[in-house]
């Protein structure tokens, strides 16, 4: 599924919005009475959110067009904010992955704003989106909210991914000198746990050979 | 398996998580799951230039995939314990 924030145009006849089926996408709560704020921009509302399993869904009350949707996937974090410093009224704060965070060749400071160009009021461009808050009219409703976001993420998992224990690790010297891990015991001609000093002064390999002609000495 | 039970052990102490977009978020560790969805309790941003609207957000879900660094307490880390544990998972035990 996409990140980002996406337009929403389509409702059903009750008002809903449509869900897919095919990616098990059903509703998992209403909440009516909500305003909904895109990054530095205005509140906007009065209008209803719809917790799919899926999506997020906010629909205008008054403009049947006018609607927003992030998946549950590129939410990346959603809290509860009740500093009037941050925000004058309690609401859910949440971050959304655009996937153009990546700044790293852009050194155009446009690029690096992550705040959408307001035209009229409106955003322009709600793919840059990257902070959003859910302004509920009664305030009491937020630590359920917050509960149902927790459980539908959850239902969102990433695809799996690789699992980093097939690869060789390597913790220690010990392992790397052939206890452990990764190490090949097929052909270990040597035994590494010999004494050094053995070796050196000792190594039989070395000793004369025994000889059975006296010519040579 | 081994991050969730560690995490699991973590739980009730401070940790700073820091997201993949730079934003550091210090709290009381609530809860962990198989995915590392992350949530915290009685948060505070770490460094509220890029994101002053967080200030102070009392709890928060964090997905476990923008997650890049934990920040641990010193005194909630047994090295050897962990350092053990790791070896075990790597061997697939």
């Not at chain 1, 690096?112 to 793919?127: R, T, Y």
């Not at chain 2, 609530?30 to 709890?59: A, C, F, G, W």
């Amino acid at each position: 599924m996409a990140l980002g924030l996406s337009l929403v145009t389509e409702r059903t006849e009750a008002g809903a919005p449509v869900v897919d089926a095919e990616s098990d996408e059903s509703i998992a709560h209403i909440q009516p009475d909500v305003s909904i704020v895109l990054g530095e921009g205005p509140a906007e509302g009065p209008g209803t959110l719809y917790v799919t399993t899926r999506r997020l869904v906010w629909f205008s009350n008054d403009d049947v067009h006018k609607g927003y949707a992030v998946t549950f996937i590129a939410l990346t974090m959603h809290a509860i904010s009740r500093d009037v410093e941050a925000y004058p009224e309690p609401c859910i704060y949440t971050q959304i992955e655009t996937g153009k965070e990546d700044d790293e060749f852009e050194e155009d400071d446009d690029a690096e704003e992550p705040l959408p160009a307001e035209i009229n009021g409106s955003v322009s461009d709600l793919s840059l989106v990257e902070e959003m808050r859910l302004v509920p009219k009664d305030p009491s409703v937020l630590d359920h909210l917050f509960q149902v976001l927790c459980d539908c993420a959850l239902l969102n998992p990433d695809a799996e991914v690789d699992q980093e224990g097939e690869a060789d690790w390597i913790f220690d010297e010990d392992e790397v000198l052939g206890n452990g891990i990764g190490a090949k015991h097929e052909n270990n001609n040597v035994d590494l746990n010999v004494d050094l000093a053995e070796l050196l002064h000792h190594d039989p390999r070395f000793e004369d050979a025994e000889e059975e002609d006296s010519d040579s000495k | 398996m081994l991050f969730f039970s560690y995490f699991k052990e973590l739980v009730g102490k401070e940790v700073v998580v820091e997201l993949k977009n730079d934003l550091a978020i210090s709290g009381i560790l609530h809860s962990v799951d198989q995915y590392l969805n992350i949530k915290l309790e009685n948060t505070r941003v770490v460094d509220d230039t890029k994101y002053p609207h967080m200030l102070s957000v009392k709890n928060c879900f964090i997905r476990g995939s923008v997650v890049r660094y934990v920040q641990l307490p010193p005194d909630g880390v047994d090295v050897d314990i962990l350092h053990d544990a790791t070896r075990r998972e790597a061997r697939g035990g």
